[in-house]
């Protein structure tokens, strides 16, 4: 049986959580209607707002700046959702602001996001219709379209492949990979020694076209030095110098010179053909003496190789060649 004080116990319980929720209830609930708020209208046409409840988050770029605080049907357009937003006093709409319906975390929620405008563009009154923007919703059920497309077609190609016809095919198909490719691995185990060759060879060239660009860079360098030289300069210069002098200087005068050398050049050269033709046989004769002097000069070599005492006591070698000496 109750007793009384289990009922004043009771009783005070019931007291103090009524006075909490009225205190929660003044903290929490009234000061969104007694606070000075702007009130903005969204209209969205076709798109599930399902998820979206009144008192739910309305947020510009990730801050809380309201709630939502109605959302009805457009009794002008039954296809067409209004929704009723209480944001901060001073929030700044503009004219071409956009709200979306995005997702709050995994819970299935979702929250009222607003895209900022640009600065250009005017502020939207209090009370004006803010342009909705493409929902997530919306995203998620183009791409769902697009991706069940591509997985149809995926299937009806993956369904011609699997036919009877198409399945003989490519078994046949198959087949004859594997025998090429077990003739083709049967080749490379018999020509692995010549493979690895190349492969030597190949190395080897590419070192030599290595060292046949180092010094083709080498050769550049060097033509680039040469071509910034002192003396390559001189050298032009002289030649324009020749140029300029040859240009300036008397081309009948200096052929006329030309021919005078010419002239004189042949007058020489035909004393000189005639003086040696006159000395032929002396020379001829100082040449056949010059060679009979070699001979006995070996001949002595010879016989003093032989018998060295020949230079202390003298003596007639035998048979020496006399040629010219009795002359």
């Known amino acids: 049986m109750v007793t009384k004080s289990q009922k004043i116990r009771l009783g005070i319980f019931l007291t103090v959580a009524f006075l909490v929720l009225l205190a929660t209830i003044a903290v929490v609930v009234v000061p969104r209607y007694f606070v000075k708020r702007d009130t903005y209208f969204i209209g969205f046409r076709d798109i599930s707002v399902t998820g979206l409840i009144e008192g739910g988050y309305v947020k510009y770029h990730g801050l809380n700046v309201g709630f939502v605080s109605r959302i009805s049907i457009d009794p002008r357009d039954i296809r067409r ?58 995203e998620i059920t183009g791409r769902a379209e697009v991706i069940a497309d591509k997985a149809e077609r995926v ?11 198409n399945r003989d095919k490519m078994i046949a198909l198959i087949d004859n990979t594997n025998r090429t490719l077990t003739e083709f691995y049967g080749i490379l185990d018999k020509n692995n020694a010549v ?11 590419t070192a030599d076209l290595k060292e046949t660009v180092v010094l083709a860079r080498r050769t550049i360098g060097n033509v680039r030095s040469l071509t910034r030289s002192d003396s390559l300069r001189q050298v032009l210069g002289n030649l324009a110098q020749f140029s300029k002098n040859l240009k300036e200087a008397d081309l009948v005068e200096l052929i006329v010179q030309l021919n005078q050398t010419l002239d004189r050049t042949n007058n020489m050269l035909a004393q000189v053909d005639k003086n040696f033709a006159s000395n032929y046989e002396d020379v001829v004769e100082t040449i056949t003496a010059a060679r009979e002097t070699i001979d006995n000069l070996n001949q002595f070599s010879r016989l003093i190789s032989e018998d060295p005492s020949i230079l202390v006591r003298g003596g007639k070698p035998k048979d020496a060649p006399d040629y010219r000496l009795e002359k």
């Open 195 to 205: 493979l690895a060759a190349t492969l030597t060879n190949a190395e080897i060239i």
């Open 81 to 138: 959702v209004i929704v009723e937003v209480s944001l901060d006093q001073g929030t700044p709409i503009k004219e071409d602001t956009q709200a979306e319906i995005n997702f709050l975390g995994i819970t299935g929620l979702k929250v009222i996001e607003i895209r900022s405008g640009s600065n250009e563009s005017k502020f939207l009154a209090p009370g004006g219709f803010i342009q909705p923007g493409r929902s997530i919703t919306d």
């Open 155 to 165: 299937l009806n190609n993956i369904a011609v492949l699997t036919d009877a016809t």
